[in-house]
């Protein structure tokens, strides 16, 4: 079992950084692949980023360049550093862990098995 707690939303202006944290719980952390997703107002969750258990990001096409996913399992955490916020980059972030049992792409929600509560991140123009 993991647990996932979010941490480092805010509100912000376009053009500000953010980093959000994801602390995990569990003693096999380093072998979990760790997502970041989001959704906005209406809109359903899409996948923002993703770190592989051997430490290869993954971007959505939309945050790629202003987004960097990070881990450090000495800490059990994965980190978001947001760059360049734009007001679309709005909703509410989740963090999510893929267990190693699966192998699917890394960009699909059902890889996923747990997820945080989730971080609001809200740019303003």
């Known amino acids: 079992q993991v647990q996932l707690v979010e941490s480092g939303g805010g509100l912000v202006q376009a053009g500000d950084s953010l980093r959000l944290s994801c602390a995990a719980s569990?003693?096999?952390?380093?072998?979990?692949?760790m997502g970041w997703f989001r959704q906005a107002p209406g809109k359903e969750r899409e996948f923002v980023a993703a770190?592989?258990?051997?430490?290869?990001?993954y971007y959505a096409d939309s945050v790629k360049g202003r987004f960097t996913i990070s881990r450090d399992n000495a800490k059990n955490t994965v980190y978001l550093q947001m760059n360049s916020l734009k007001p679309e980059d709005t909703a509410v972030y989740y963090c999510a862990a893929r267990s190693p049992l699966y192998s699917g792409s890394y960009y699909l929600q059902s890889q996923y098995g747990y997820w945080g509560q989730g971080t609001q991140v809200t740019v303003s123009s």
């Open positions: 770190n592989s258990a051997g430490g290869r990001g």
């Open positions: 569990g003693r096999t952390f380093s072998s979990y692949a």
